[in-house]
């Protein structure tokens, strides 16, 4: 049986290759199937879930209650203002965090004598807090500025490094698959929108990036060679640098997830610090989905966008007749 090693050398050398390019038309497929469920999967289910930041409501921190139990927290506000919508966490496996819809002066403290009964603690050790929904649309405003911002700055330091606009655009479609099919699993899957798990999708955002960056600079590599020496087309040229970068994303995958995952695990599931939980969990979902969109989507659909440029099909047309004559 090879090796990791072996079939690590066997891609590099071109020896073993996965068609990444060669079957385009399938993995294109798969995306587009994948980023319109991402689009519309969350709706279907009842739309996004967005967190009393965005949304504007009040907030109730019952400090060390006798019972951590959630269900004396939603029996306590229904009773004293039916009908309002309530959500309940355990912070730090020892205090109670209460998200209420807007609630007035008189209802803020009935909740808070309610809440300091049921839990068995003063009324001065619950925090009362409010959050209006201006904060949240300025919150979004301002993480699309960025996300603006972040990929005209992407589009035009690729292309000046890489000295083609159609990488920075297959880089940016790449970047943008990421982005909607990370937030996509992350909404499908019943999980709420936060500041945090957006901070979480902007940072992912980098790290695909990178993975992407080491990728292309692989197939500028390979490419600069297709005139004169390498014999391949300039779709093999790219699919060959894809197949020789494929361990190194993996790895690379891997140990970038692993400690985001013990963070999520262990950390916030396990050992209670829920407060990590909504940008490791967003970090950990875009690792993965950043990984694929590189090898399946971005280095793809950069050899469409070059392939029928004049001078690389005449290049190609020679190297295949070069072929049929040996």
Do not use: H
Request: net charge negative; hydrophobic share 50%; glycine share 8%.
């Amino acid at each position: 049986m090879r090796s990791m090693t072996d079939f690590g050398n066997d891609l590099y050398t071109g020896k073993a290759s996965f068609p990444f390019v060669g079957r385009r038309r399938t993995w294109f497929i798969v995306a587009i199937v994948l980023v319109v469920l991402s689009a519309i999967a969350p709706f279907l289910r009842g739309g996004f879930e967005f967190s009393v930041e965005f949304t504007g409501g009040s907030q109730f921190l019952v400090s060390a209650p006798s019972s951590t139990d959630q269900a004396l927290a939603t029996d306590a506000v229904e009773e004293s203002v039916p009908g309002t919508t309530t959500k309940v966490t355990t912070v730090n496996d020892r205090d109670i965090r209460v998200q209420t819809s807007q609630l007035g002066a008189e209802q803020t403290q009935t909740v808070t004598d309610a809440l300091a009964e049921a839990y068995g603690v003063s009324p001065d050790e619950i925090t009362a807090s409010f959050i209006g929904p201006t904060w949240g649309q300025d919150v979004t405003r301002q993480s699309l500025w960025g996300l603006a911002i972040f990929l005209g700055l992407t589009f035009l330091i690729l292309a000046i490094y890489f000295r083609t606009w159609k990488m920075s655009a297959a880089a940016i479609v790449g970047l943008l698959d990421v982005l909607i099919v990370t937030v996509g699993i992350y909404a499908l899957c019943g999980f709420e929108i936060s500041p945090a798990a957006v901070i979480g999708f902007l940072t992912i955002l980098a790290y695909s990036l990178y993975d992407t960056t080491v990728v292309f600079d692989k197939i500028r590599e390979n490419t600069m060679e297709d005139a004169d020496v390498s014999g391949r087309t300039f779709g093999e040229s790219v699919n060959l640098a894809v197949n020789q970068t494929l361990v190194r994303s993996i790895n690379t995958s891997v140990v970038a997830a692993l400690p985001v995952a013990a963070i999520l695990f262990i950390g916030s599931l396990w050992l209670g610090a829920e407060t990590l939980s909504d940008i490791s969990l967003s970090i950990f979902v875009g690792i993965i989905v950043a990984t694929y969109s590189t090898l399946f989507v971005a280095a793809p659909i950069y050899s469409l966008f070059r392939e029928n440029e004049p001078a690389i099909r005449q290049a190609d047309e020679r190297v295949l007749a070069a072929r049929g004559a040996a």
